[in-house]
Structures are given as structure tokens and as C-alpha cells.
């Protein structure tokens, strides 16, 4: 697995570590204030959650389910979501900036992880919440559409994968 995952401060000046563990009880009753309230049933039933933290402070950073698809020899992700202080969503309701940038970025990267352990070449497929979304895993992370069906619908191939595993190692 990647040790030496990290987010930036807002203004790109301090590169933080991080850290994946089991996301824990704890962990999801501080999604009362995110998107998604990681406690309701649904959220509760997703696979394999996974807390990325601070490494020096144990700060709650983002939260994902995955889960390994043998048929599809890929790891999908269920669900991923920024902490509140650094969800660009809710920050564009409440007003705000990121407290953290890199995120989701780390997420991918752990899960891709993953998905090489488990055989699979760092093949992800997720679904992107929205068209911004879409655009930036498509821009920054090298998503592509996963047919034509649901445009939503991406998958990040080998390469892709290797690098964004390649900034954490």
C-alpha cells in the first residue's frame, strides 16, 4: 500500500501527509455536515470504507468505499467524498474555501493501489457526481468514458493509474 500519501494547504505552500485507515464509527458521525451523512443505512452498507487522514493530527480528510470487481478485474469505487472544509460543493452553497486540496486525488491513488495489489493493474471505474467532476477526472486524473450509455460512467486505465500512483511514491 502507498505510504506516503499527502494534500496541500489551500495556497500550495505545505505539502501534508496523510494516511488511509478503516474508516471508523467515530469517523462517520463527523459526516453530519457533509454531503452525505455516512451514518444512513445506505452509507452504513457500503464496502470496504476507508478514512484518509493527517498523518501528525489524525484530521478527518475524505472518506471512500470501494470494492474489488472480480468479473471486471477493476476496483470500483462505490463513493468518495471530501470533509466539509474542503468539499467544493458545499463550499459553493456556504461560501468558503478549501481548507485542503488533493483529496480526492490521494483516494484515487490509494485505490488504485489496490487495484495492482489485488492483480488488476490499477484499473478503477467510478461514476463522476457532475459534469465539473466529470471534466476534472477526465483532465487531471486521465478518466475516460466507460461507453456511451451513461457519460458519467469512467474508468482509469494502467497507465492512467501509474500515474497517479507515481506522485505518492
Known amino acids: ?24 464509527s467515530d469517523d462517520l458521525k463527523q459526516t453530519m455536515d457533509w454531503q452525505t451523512q455516512w451514518t444512513s443505512r445506505a452509507a452504513r452498507e457500503m464496502p470496504n470504507k476507508v478514512a484518509l487522514r493527517r498523518r501528525d493530527n489524525a484530521e478527518l480528510l475524505g472518506l471512500m468505499s470501494y470494492e474489488l470487481d472480480e468479473k471486471g478485474l477493476a476496483v470500483e469505487i462505490i463513493y468518495l467524498e471530501s470533509a466539509g472544509h474542503s468539499n467544493a460543493n458545499l463550499l ?44 476534472y477526472y477526465i483532465r487531471e ?21 501509474e500515474r497517479i500512483i507515481s506522485e505518492y511514491q
Do not use: C
Not at 483516494?107 to 465539473?132: D, H
Not at 486524473?141 to 458519467?152: E, K, Q, R, V
Open 141 to 161: 486524473f486521465g478518466a475516460m468514458p466507460l461507453g456511451s450509455y451513461d457519460p458519467f460512467r469512467l474508468i482509469i486505465w494502467e497507465d492512467a493509474a
Open 1 to 24: 500500500m502507498l505510504e506516503n500519501l499527502f494534500v496541500w494547504n489551500t495556497d500550495l505552500s505545505e505539502k501534508i501527509s496523510a494516511t488511509i485507515t478503516p474508516a471508523t
Open 92 to 135: 459553493h452553497t456556504k461560501g468558503g474555501q478549501k481548507k485542503y486540496i488533493g483529496i480526492a486525488k490521494a483516494l484515487f491513488a490509494y485505490a488504485a493501489s489496490v487495484s495492482v495489489e489485488a492483480g488488476f493493474g490499477g484499473v478503477l471505474f467510478f461514476k463522476a457526481k457532475t459534469s465539473e467532476l466529470r471534466e
